[in-house]
């Protein structure tokens, strides 16, 4: 599986049986992601691309047995390239105001954006 720039992977497996007819939906718990792609035994199964998209059948792309589930959080150049003296924090807008170096809004600390999964992944099994 290859992974994208800014990108990491967090792997593990689940059990299926497909003479049991279960739906399995994978679920995000907490996550900070420009983009989340699911694997499934390697190949690409689809991807979560905001928040309030969450959810992605599995069930298409399982075979019996182990499966290994890949969950890749996609960030962004922020963190290396800026803003970084923000005292916001994120905004969600990036322009010329956001880089200087005085006024209210600029801290000396370095604000940096966390990306990954910070909640529990659920698989959801339905009858």
Request: aromatic content about 8%; glycine content about 12%.
């Amino acid at each position: 599986m290859e992974t994208a720039t800014g990108s990491m992977v967090y792997l593990d497996t689940i059990e299926y049986d497909p003479a049991s007819g279960e739906q399995v939906t994978l679920v995000l718990g907490d996550a900070s992601a420009v983009s989340v792609a699911v694997h499934a035994n390697g190949a690409l199964a689809g991807h979560i691309p905001w928040r309030a998209a969450n959810g992605l059948d599995l069930t298409p792309h399982l075979r019996a047995g182990e499966n290994e589930i890949g969950i890749e959080v996609v960030g962004s150049p922020r963190n290396m390239l800026g803003p970084l003296h923000q005292k916001a924090g994120y905004l969600p807008w990036t322009d010329w105001r956001s880089f200087r170096r005085q006024g209210e809004a600029y801290t000396p600390d370095c604000v940096l954006q966390p990306y990954g999964l910070f909640g529990q992944v659920q698989v959801v099994r339905r009858a």
